[in-house]
């Protein structure tokens, strides 16, 4: 028995038929399984001779009718699909970035029975940061959905040094600093590439160095840091 068929019967057995009935002329939970492999299959990077890097951000897009008939039954179908995920990842000698989201979304030019995947890899970001230096930071940097101060100089890197620990393989252990030169309401922000193998992208540009305004766009590895500069701090 395939893995994907192991997975259809796990479904089944959780709504007691109710969600394969509710689904007979729609979109099939085990077609959105198998797009979600091929997505890690043709999205695959290398990284070693047995490791490549894999999406783990999926947005499934649906038919208004499709998303409706699966709402009662999301949680469910997510937690089943990240796992039907990491077993194929484990199969086939994957790696995620991070933690496996998968959210649905309508999409009013999809007809019933039609969907589509959109895909990103959402490296897993931490830092040491306090609360209390977050409210009252002038300038701050986004990563991934976080937020982390920038009140005072910050290395960005992959390993337990760095200040903001990104877990992404295309970043290095000290990757780039944030360095804040100058005081007052809005500091001056300076990016230093710090000897990277991959180097950095300033908006789009490779470079080893670079002032930083409001909206500056910094990408190290798989991953975008964007600096905010804030007129006020956060209330």
Do not use: W
């Amino acid at each position: 028995m395939s893995a994907l068929q192991r997975f259809e019967q796990r479904l089944e057995s959780l709504v007691s038929g109710v969600f394969a009935k509710a689904f007979r002329s729609a979109v099939q939970p085990v077609e959105i399984a198998a797009a979600l492999q091929r997505e890690c299959d043709n999205n695959a990077q290398v990284l070693s001779r047995q490791r490549k890097l894999v999406p783990n951000d999926f947005h499934v897009e649906l038919s208004s009718t499709d998303l409706e008939r699966l709402r009662p039954y999301d949680s469910a179908l997510e937690s089943d699909l990240s796992n039907q995920l990491h077993e194929h990842a484990e199969a086939q000698g994957y790696v995620f970035p991070g933690p496996i989201s998968i959210d649905f979304a309508d999409a009013p030019d999809l007809t019933t029975g039609r969907f589509r995947i959109r895909s990103g890899a959402k490296a897993q970001v931490s830092g040491d940061a306090s609360e209390t230096r977050l409210t009252r930071a002038h300038a701050v940097l986004e990563v991934n959905g976080t937020r982390h101060p920038l009140d005072t100089s910050i290395v960005v890197g992959r390993g337990s040094e760095a200040d903001v620990r990104i877990n992404d393989p295309g970043v290095s252990r000290r990757h780039v600093e944030f360095r804040v030169t100058g005081r007052g309401p809005i500091p001056r922000i300076e990016v230093h590439d710090l000897g990277s193998t991959n180097g950095i992208l300033v908006n789009g540009q490779r470079m080893q160095s670079s002032v930083a305004d409001d909206g500056t766009e910094v990408k190290v590895g798989h991953t975008v840091l964007t600096v905010r500069l804030l007129e006020e701090p956060t209330p």
